[in-house]
């Protein structure tokens, strides 16, 4: 069986082809870069995913293809009506079957394929959200998560409040590399919150704090919250594996200090390759094939679905 997969969740518009095997046959995508300085503006993410749409989806052979799959959510309304509207368009004409996918739970599932751990606790890193996640009875459940701001959303805002370049996360970690200054850290159980440190960063930057000691500060202090937290999961589930994903996943420095921890506990640690760490459409794709015989057949999208709402049979 082949899936193909569309994401169009925020940023980026994606295609994939993968196989039942987990062989990713094709994968393209692009990413709407709002102008420095300036947020989404979800008329231009329309326009940009639309152009995007068309220019990839010409080059797939749909008669090779035997389900499709999109993501339903979570994600920006705008860009998750291009994404359903596509796919039903593609279901409709070439007759297939259309399959929705968590958004969340494709970045937990591409991960799984590539490294090939088992039974994580999955850190799940991103501009939308930040989760620590293991699954149990049927589903991932959410042990711990961010009480206002996902760490990417965090990073990228800073970044644009110190006029870096979209997407900030990236960049910030070109510019770690001063020296330590105070920052808050707040972790609270297995939740943490990232809204504190970054008022107080961007007040320290306003006060003439060097952009090199403040990106490495905000690195190590986020960074230690989240090893913290994941430490802590292990401790909780006694679970050998630790599968960290999502866009932020792509970081070295938060590799190193999660890859350490893991170390000294005797933990398999897991990195979803870079490649695969961002939204794409081979994460829909192989979802799809994965969740294609769930009993939730329903396909309209849910700007809001979180990865502990769906019913991970296949598990
Ligand atoms: N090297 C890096 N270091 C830190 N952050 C990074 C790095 N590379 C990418 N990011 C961050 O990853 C985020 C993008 O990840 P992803 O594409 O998964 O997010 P998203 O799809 O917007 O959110 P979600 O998956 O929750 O819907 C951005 O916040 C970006 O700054
Ligand atoms: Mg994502």
Redesign the pocket.
């Known amino acids: 069986m082949i899936s193909l997969g569309i994401e169009s969740?925020?940023?980026?518009f994606g295609v994939g082809v993968v196989d039942d095997r987990g062989k990713i046959i094709f994968e393209e995508r692009d990413m709407y870069v709002p102008p420095i300085g300036a947020g989404f503006v979800p008329n231009d993410l329309a326009n940009h995913h639309e152009k995007i749409a068309a220019a990839i989806l010409k080059k797939i052979d749909m008669e090779k293809i035997d389900v499709i799959s999109f993501s339903r959510g979570?994600?920006i309304p705008n860009a998750l009506m291009i994404g359903s509207t596509v796919a039903r368009y593609l279901a409709a004409k070439y007759k297939k079957p259309l399959v929705g996918v968590n958004?969340?739970v494709a970045?937990i599932e591409i991960g799984k394929l590539k490294t090939g751990c088992e039974d994580p606790v999955v850190v799940y890193l991103?501009?939308?959200?930040t989760q620590i996640l293991a699954h149990a009875e049927g589903s991932y459940r959410v042990l711990g998560e961010s009480e206002d701001i996902?760490v990417?959303?965090a990073?990228?805002v800073f970044a644009r409040e110190c006029g870096l370049k979209t997407?900030?996360?990236?960049e910030?970690?070109k510019l770690a590399t001063g020296s330590y200054v105070q920052l808050p850290y707040v972790v609270k159980g297995m939740d943490l919150s990232f809204t504190g440190i970054l008022t107080d960063a961007v007040k320290k930057r306003g006060e003439g704090a060097a952009m090199e000691d403040l990106c490495y500060s905000l690195q190590e202090t986020c960074f230690a919250m989240l090893t913290e937290v994941a430490e802590r999961a292990l401790a909780h589930t006694g679970k050998k594996e630790l599968l960290l994903v999502?866009?932020?996943a792509?970081?070295n420095r938060l590799q190193e200090m999660m890859g350490m921890m893991c170390g000294d506990r005797g933990v398999k640690f897991c990195v979803v390759p870079e490649k695969y760490a961002?939204?794409n459409g081979a994460n829909i794709a192989w979802t799809g094939i994965l969740c294609k015989n769930s009993r939730d057949k329903s396909t309209g999208i849910i700007q809001n679905w979180r990865a502990d709402e769906v019913d991970a049979f296949w598990v």
């Open positions: 969740t925020a940023h980026t979570p994600g958004h969340a970045h991103s501009g939308g959200n996902p990417g959303n990073l990228d997407p900030g996360g990236p910030v970690e999502g866009g932020v792509a970081n961002g939204d």
